[in-house]
């Protein structure tokens, strides 16, 4: 567990140790955590307040400290832009800290905790060699920000020159398109970056994308799948043989989020199978690092010095609302790109401007509204089921269908495929419709139906983002020109990727195709019934039995063929009743 920061009443500086290394007193309890306010930051924040700070502070949250005290608390006011004082300590209570510059203040810190930063990075360098002993391969996982640059250069320490990876999300700030650049070659780190940015930056850029999938939030962090996860797998299916022969260290830190709390310091990948993450300062605190930092003399990015207390993309929703304010300001134009759009979103979807002002955006949750598309008519023979559809007619609808079988047209001008579970698929464009049938063995049915309705709902919603590219481990999806294109000389069929999520699943609407095997019609007479038809009487028969056993009303016509019951069933209900009667 972190421990608190404590403060050398003597020295007037924070400890993080059990005891101050120049007069060696404990100090007393100061905050959860520190971090040091810059020049720049400071001058930004007096403008803002309009109280004059001491040269020598830090902040915690909405604290700021001087002296081991509190010198200020302040609130935001994020409808109007500004930043309301809350407490005030007053300025005759801080002689000391106004004759103690920046500089002097983190020169005579480090000095009270060198002990404790020798002991933190030795723990993490042999950590890091440890770790990594086993792996042919080591990369840095190089956001930009000061963590991942605290890990190379323990990195460095540890192994040696490591490559960092570095991620073009698209959406990172001026500042840190520079910074990589110049710590790789300041640091003589080699640079591998990611180039699907460009994909991204010509097509289907951020500001579409919010459009099509509404803007992200800390519940539907589409971007984060898009722009960060998925070009970490195209790199890894691009460029490793075996990925799990790889270690990715990673500056993520227990204390930055109450998800991370949970994380250890050796991860296996989650989301990106295969993946090793090596969390080396996984324990250390805000002010661990920025001493750390301040003690190797190590460069960091510009925008700390403007007041950015963590960098990463611009829009995040998950950077703390005083963060994102400080954005705004600092990174106005960016800003304003990105307010239009949530404004846009905001008068589509009856939303106020202060939805946008106060930042609710960042809580949206996403409708994820489906529209179920049913067969229009089911045949069953003896043997075989056949459904038939209308669709809408997409694009991606031939290029996901490949992933079944071999697609070819047929006499009838159908383009036809025949799957190697023996199913048939059959689609002939009608104006802006596709006709579609699907034809399979009875006895097959239930294994078909989760297969093709997973198929059907990439091919009807897929807005070939290509955040799907690197589930496949073939690679076989390829994101090309701004099209998503299934590369059958790879594609061998194997349906994993099926198993992942498409970013349509977190969107507002969608398509959900059912190949349910009956139909609900409503009751001709306008009676609070609907009539369900089934394939076999037996089936009909077992599933009135079924209902009635919930003690449900239930009416059987035509021998089981037909029956009629409440219209308040719901259709999931009867699916789910008409399965397990498939099934026996
Ligand atoms: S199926 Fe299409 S929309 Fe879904 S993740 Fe893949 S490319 Fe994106
Ligand atoms: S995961 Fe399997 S089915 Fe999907 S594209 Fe790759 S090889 Fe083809
Ligand atoms: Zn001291």
Not at 302 to 320: F, I, K, N, Q, S
Not at 542 to 566: L, M, P, Y
């Amino acid at each position: 567990m972190m421990k608190n920061v404590r403060w050398c009443t003597s020295c007037n500086v924070p400890i993080i140790g059990e005891l101050c290394n120049i007069c060696g007193n404990s100090g007393r309890r100061c905050a959860k955590d520190l971090k040091p306010i810059f020049n720049s930051e400071r001058a930004l924040f007096e403008e803002l307040l309009g109280i004059r700070l001491p040269s020598f502070t830090f902040r915690y949250r909405n604290r700021i400290i001087s002296e081991g005290r509190t010198f200020l608390t302040f609130k935001l006011d994020a409808v109007n832009k500004r930043l309301m004082p809350l407490y005030h300590q007053g300025q005759e209570n801080t002689g000391y800290a106004e004759e103690v510059d920046f500089a002097e203040g983190i020169r005579l810190t480090i000095k009270a905790n060198v002990k404790h930063l020798k002991e933190k990075e030795r723990t993490a360098v042999n950590f890091i060699k440890e770790a990594t002993s086993n792996y042919s391969r080591t990369f840095i996982l190089f956001g930009g920000g000061k963590d991942s640059a605290v890990v190379a250069m323990l990195a460095k320490e540890a192994l040696g020159s490591v490559p960092l990876l570095f991620i073009d999300t698209t959406l990172e700030f001026p500042e840190t398109y520079k910074f990589v650049e110049e710590f790789s070659r300041t640091y003589g780190f080699p640079l591998i970056k990611d180039d699907d940015g460009e994909y991204y930056r010509a097509k289907l850029n951020f500001f579409q994308l919010c459009k099509r999938l509404g803007p992200p939030s800390i519940y539907c962090r589409w971007c984060c799948h898009i722009f960060k996860e998925q070009p970490v797998r195209r790199f890894i299916n691009n460029h490793l043989n075996d990925p799990t022969d790889a270690a990715f260290l990673t500056g993520i830190r227990r204390c930055e989020s109450r998800r991370r709390g949970n994380y250890a310091p050796i991860e296996l990948g989650k989301r990106i199978v295969g993946q090793t993450l090596v969390q080396p300062i996984n324990d250390w605190s805000d002010l661990e690092v920025w001493l750390y930092v301040f003690w190797k003399g190590i460069k960091i990015n510009d925008l700390y010095e403007l007041g950015h207390a963590r960098v990463g993309c611009w829009p995040c929703p998950c950077t703390p609302p005083l963060m994102d304010f400080v954005r705004q300001l600092t990174h106005s134009s960016l800003w304003t790109k990105f307010e239009e759009v949530l404004l846009a979103y905001a008068t589509e979807n009856n939303r106020s401007r202060e939805w946008v002002r106060k930042g609710l955006w960042r809580l949206r949750r996403p409708k994820r509204q489906k529209i179920f598309v049913y067969p229009l008519h089911i045949e069953g023979g003896d043997s075989e089921i056949l459904f038939k559809y209308f669709i809408p007619h997409k694009t991606s609808l031939f290029e996901w269908l490949k992933i079944l079988g071999d697609v070819k047209a047929d006499e009838d001008k159908y383009l036809k495929l025949k799957t190697k579970r023996g199913f048939e698929v059959r689609c002939k464009i009608e104006g802006p419709q596709v006709k579609l049938m699907v034809k399979c063995a009875k006895r097959d049915y239930i294994s078909v139906k989760t297969l093709i309705e997973k198929v059907l709902f990439r091919s009807l919603n897929c807005i070939e983002c290509g955040a799907c590219s690197g589930s496949c481990s073939k690679g076989a999806i390829q994101a090309i020109e701004g099209k998503v294109i299934i590369n059958l000389k790879k594609c061998d069929r194997c349906w994993s990727c099926l198993k992942n999520s498409c970013i349509v699943q977190d969107s507002e609407k969608m398509y959900v195709v059912k190949l349910d095997p009956f139909s609900l019609i409503p009751c001709e007479k306008g009676l609070p019934m609907n009539h369900v038809i089934f394939l076999s009487k037996e089936i009909g028969k077992r599933v009135a039995e079924r209902f009635k056993a919930r003690g449900v009303n239930v009416e059987i016509h035509e021998g089981g063929k037909v029956i009629c019951i409440d219209a308040d069933i719901t259709r999931e209900e009867i699916e789910e009743l008409v399965l397990s009667a498939l099934e026996g």
